[in-house]
Structures are given as structure tokens and as C-alpha cells.
């Protein structure tokens, strides 16, 4: 495997001031002894121009975070990593490689979950590349590696999860949005660490079941919450029709025998878990007639 080297290449403004000096030079002596200049000395001034121009192929300019991996006749020499404008071997290959933070948001899957729930899915992943030489050499084309494998990653992570939890304790994709994100980044970067690049944030940006079955799933959602909602209502009810007895015993306000104690229980569990307001009825005899 072949691992990034950073090499330092030569300053390129006294390289770039002493070839123009030098070109100068020697075109000021061809016009100026042009006559007084023999066949030998002609053909020695203009192979040496000739030398001046090809050695100004040597610049390059290195921007702020960013690589030039330098090559020499398919051999890897190193990379250059420190910006302004540097000079190396004319015969080098000089790749440019954005180091820059970049982010990438995957299509719109459609995947099944663990459930096997249709359902979409999309990521945002933030990313950059760490080792220029991994990018440049292990792969074939790194940005395109990252998209591929960052689908791959995704479609694996909503097989293994359901879309929503049913009980509690359970883990699902729209209910541990954050663990499923710190999930998510581990497995891009495990598959994305030979192409040499750090994987600095993963996150889903979208999440909902498919057309086909949405509706379906909306239904089925809001009937959970109808059944939590009835449950801490009647739960509520209990609780006060029990407190309701045992003040009404502790004050001695009202002696009531298991039949009367039965008919209030279900009187106010009506009153208290009825959709609707109740009618009072006023009894103006006894309770026991």
C-alpha cells in the first residue's frame, strides 16, 4: 500500500527571477553580437534558451489546502503540501488534490428496513481527503469511491433498523437520530480508509416511508398514539377514582358498601375517560331505593 510522503519542493520566486534573468541575458547577447557570432555559438545560445524555457515547466503553484502529488515517469516522489509557487523536476507529473473539507449528499434510496418497510432514505456526509497518495493510487477515482460507498453504507444501515421503535427500548432510525449518525459515520470510514479519506460527519437527511405505503404507516402511527393517549388517560382515571374513595373513607364523609362503591367507580371512570361532557343527574331520593 503505498503511503502519502510530503516532500518539500524549492521555492519557485528565485528560481522563476534567475531564469528570467538568465533568458534575458542571452537574448540581448543574440541581438547585440548577432553579426560577431559564430554557427557554434549560435546553436549553443539557442539550446540554451531552449534549456531556459523547459525549466520554467518546473513551476507550479501549491494554493492553500491543497496537495501536488508529484510523479515521475509513473514512480511516486511525494507530495507537496505547502502553498506559493514552488519549482521541481520539469519531468514530474504534478496531480492537484483538494484537501478542503466537501460535503456530499447521497440520492434519495429506496430500501427496505428491518422490517421489511419500504421506506427512503438520504445522508449528508462531510468529508476530506487525509492521504493524497491513497486517493491518487488505491482507488481509481476517490470522489466517485465516496459517493458509491457512502450508498452502500446507507442502504446497509436502514436494513439493519427499524424506521420506528414499537417498544420502548428499542432502537430505531427515526427515533436514535444520533446514534444512528455516529453508526452511520463508522461504517463510511471503515469502507472509505484505504481511499485515504477522513469521513468528519454523517447524518440522514431524509427519512420517510415510501408513497406506496405511507399512508398506511400514518394510520398506523396515529392509532398508537390514540392507544398511549387513552392509556395515560385511563391511568389518570384510576388514580384519582382511587384517591376519591380513600379521602372520601379517611373523612368519614361517606360510608358506601362494595355494590355503591362498584356504581361510583364506573360513574366517574365514565366521567373522567368520555370523550364528551357528561349530563349530571340529579337523585332527589335515597341511594338505596
Given at each position: 500500500m503505498i503511503r502519502e510522503r510530503e516532500m518539500t519542493a524549492l521555492p519557485g520566486l528565485p528560481i522563476v527571477s534567475l531564469l528570467l534573468v538568465v533568458l534575458f541575458v542571452l537574448v540581448y547577447l543574440v541581438i547585440e553580437r548577432g553579426d560577431a557570432l559564430s554557427g557554434a555559438q549560435i546553436v549553443t545560445f539557442a539550446l540554451l534558451i531552449i534549456l531556459d524555457a523547459f525549466l520554467v515547466v518546473g513551476l507550479f503553484i501549491v494554493n492553500p489546502n491543497e496537495g501536488r502529488v508529484l510523479q515521475f515517469f509513473g514512480d511516486y516522489v511525494g507530495t507537496v503540501k505547502r502553498p506559493g509557487l514552488r519549482w521541481a523536476n520539469p519531468f514530474y507529473t504534478k496531480k492537484r488534490i483538494s484537501l478542503r473539507v466537501r460535503n456530499f449528499e447521497s440520492a434519495r434510496l429506496k430500501v427496505n428496513d428491518h422490517e421489511g418497510n419500504p421506506i427512503e432514505i438520504a445522508s449528508v456526509v462531510v468529508w476530506r481527503v487525509v492521504d493524497t497518495a491513497e486517493a491518487v493510487f488505491q482507488v481509481?477515482?476517490?470522489?466517485?469511491?465516496?459517493?458509491?460507498?457512502?450508498?452502500?453504507?446507507?442502504?446497509?444501515l436502514a436494513t439493519r433498523y427499524k424506521y420506528d421503535a414499537h417498544e420502548e427500548g428499542e432502537f430505531s432510525l427515526r427515533g436514535n437520530t444520533n446514534e444512528i449518525a455516529e453508526h452511520l459515520k463508522k461504517e463510511i470510514q471503515e469502507r472509505l480508509e484505504q481511499a485515504g479519506v477522513q469521513v468528519m460527519e454523517a447524518r440522514i437527511s431524509h427519512l420517510a416511508y415510501a408513497p406506496e405505503i405511507a399512508q398506511a404507516m400514518l394510520q398506523?402511527?396515529?392509532?398508537?398514539?390514540?392507544?398511549?393517549?387513552?392509556?395515560?388517560?385511563?391511568?389518570?382515571?384510576?388514580?384519582?377514582?382511587?384517591?376519591?374513595?380513600?379521602?372520601?373513607?379517611?373523612?368519614?364523609?361517606?360510608?358506601?358498601?362494595?355494590?355503591?362503591?362498584?356504581?361510583?367507580?364506573?360513574?366517574?371512570?365514565?366521567?373522567?375517560?368520555?370523550e364528551r361532557a357528561t349530563q349530571p343527574v340529579i337523585n332527589t331520593g335515597s341511594i338505596y331505593q
Open positions: 481509481d477515482d476517490y470522489q466517485n469511491f465516496v459517493k458509491v460507498q457512502t450508498e452502500a453504507a446507507v442502504r446497509n398506523r402511527q396515529q392509532a398508537g398514539a390514540i392507544i398511549a393517549a387513552r392509556q395515560r388517560i385511563v391511568e389518570g382515571a384510576v388514580g384519582m377514582v382511587q384517591m376519591a374513595l380513600a379521602m372520601l373513607s379517611e373523612r368519614d364523609i361517606l360510608e358506601l358498601d362494595n355494590e355503591r362503591k362498584a356504581a361510583m367507580v364506573s360513574n366517574l371512570l365514565v366521567v373522567l375517560c368520555g
